[in-house]
């Protein structure tokens, strides 16, 4: 539709039509404050002013599943999560594709990671990864591949962010449809639960670069399927 067409239509409008939503804007003004700039307030995800929004949801997630980190585990990047959320930690192992990192003990491309054997991990904590990863599927073929039976897959993705820059090449963003599909054809959808956490002011906060110690708790745990900042998956392999 060219916006000359647009015009067009927009001047077929009955009057009462065009009217009653200036009214809408005149009795609920949008009152935008320090948020009316075309700059974030923080372009680094809020580290400057706290903790950032999706941090938050990734905590309540591996919170929510503590029970499952335990015994060989397998964490992206370093064993942060490992070490708050786990217990009964036989072997904590870090996967990057990253040479430079001194502290991984695994050096591979999830996407094809033939480099680590079958079977391997009880636990593996794949959070705010596969975004980075443009075959995504083959990620998450290996995820499954190395996982013991019974072994359990926690992963969080971005749903609403900004893109992550940094060195990084951001490939995707997920949706609940997108995450179930995913996964229940590798892992069986009797397998996967997928959980969606956030809502539209905590996803306006986030993309401001808020921190989450600016929004209370009631706020940041409302879930509105219709804007989730971060989806999570929770697959259990066969
Ligand atoms: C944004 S960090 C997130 C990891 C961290 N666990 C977290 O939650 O913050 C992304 C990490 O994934 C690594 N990475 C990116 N692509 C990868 C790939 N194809 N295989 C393995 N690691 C990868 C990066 O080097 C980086 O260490």
Redesign the pocket.
Known sequence: MTAGSTMYKRSLLPHWVSFRRQLKRWLFPARMGSLRSTKPLSSAWGFDRGRPVDRYY?DSFLEAHRKDIHGRTL???NTEYTRRFGSNIERADI????PA?RQATII????AADSIENDSFDCFIL???LQ??YDVKS?VAHSHRILRPRGVLLVTVPAISRL?GEG?TDYWRFTPASCARLFAEIFGADQVTITAYGNVLSAVAFLEGMAYEELSKPELDVIDEHYPVLMAIRAVKK
């Open positions: 990734i964490e992206i990047l996967l990057d594709i990253d990192n591979a491309d999830l996407a959070t705010q990864t980075l990863i990620a992550a990084y």
